[in-house]
C-alpha cells in the first residue's frame, strides 16, 4: 500500500497508551500495531493505515495523553519504506524462519485441547502463525487470547478429548 504511514506516540506510564491507543483507534480507521514498553515507565503506542487517517488519530492522541499530562512525544511517517516497515510488522515468512521448530512439531503432533491449554499464549500464537487454515487473520493472531486461539488450533487438529 503505498500511502501507509506509521504512527508514533511516546507516552508515560500503562494509563497513557491505553488511552493513546483508544482514542487513536476511536479517531480513524488505523490499525495498532502494538504498544511497547520501554525502560522507565515509558510506553511507545504504534499505529498503521492510510496517511490520512494515522494523521487524524496521532492528533486525536496527542490530544488526549495531553490531557493527562503524559505525553512524551509523537511522529508520523508517511509512505512508510518496506525496510522501516519490517521492523514493526513482521510477515508470515519472517516468523516461520524465526519459529521453524515448531513449523516442524505441528505436522507430527496431534494436539489435543487439554494439550493445547497448557501451552502459553505466545506458543499459541506461534504456531497459529505457522498454519495455512487458521480462522483467525492473521493480522489479528497477535491480539487472540488463550480461549479464542485454542478453539481454533483445536478446530484444525479435530480433537477435543485425549
Known amino acids: 500500500m503505498p500511502n501507509e504511514a506509521l504512527g ?11 488511552v493513546a491507543a483508544d482514542t487513536c483507534l476511536k479517531a ?23 496517511v490520512g487517517a494515522v494523521n487524524a488519530a496521532v492528533e486525536a492522541g496527542k490530544a488526549a495523553t495531553e490531557s493527562l499530562g503524559c505525553l512524551i512525544s509523537s511522529h508520523v511517517i508517511a509512505r512508510l519504506s518496506e525496510e522501516t516497515k519490517s521492523l514493526f510488522v513482521q510477515t508470515e515468512e ?19 485441547e487439554q494439550k493445547l491449554r497448557e501451552m502459553k499464549v505466545i506458543d499459541l500464537r506461534k504456531l497459529a502463525y505457522t498454519l495455512n487454515n487458521v480462522p483467525i487473520p492473521k493480522s489479528k493472531i497477535k491480539y487472540a487470547n488463550k480461549d479464542k486461539l485454542v478453539h481454533a488450533l483445536k478446530d484444525i487438529y479435530g480433537r477435543s478429548e485425549n
Open 28 to 50: 480513524a480507521n488505523v490499525e495498532l500495531i502494538r504498544c511497547e514498553v520501554i525502560k522507565g515507565g515509558l510506553t511507545t503506542v504504534e499505529l498503521t493505515g492510510d
Open 8 to 18: 508514533l506516540i511516546e507516552v508515560t506510564g500503562f494509563l497513557g497508551a491505553v
Open 94 to 112: 519472517a516468523i516461520k524462519e524465526a519459529i521453524p521448530e515448531i513449523a516442524e512439531v505441528k505436522t507430527t503432533i496431534d494436539f489435543t
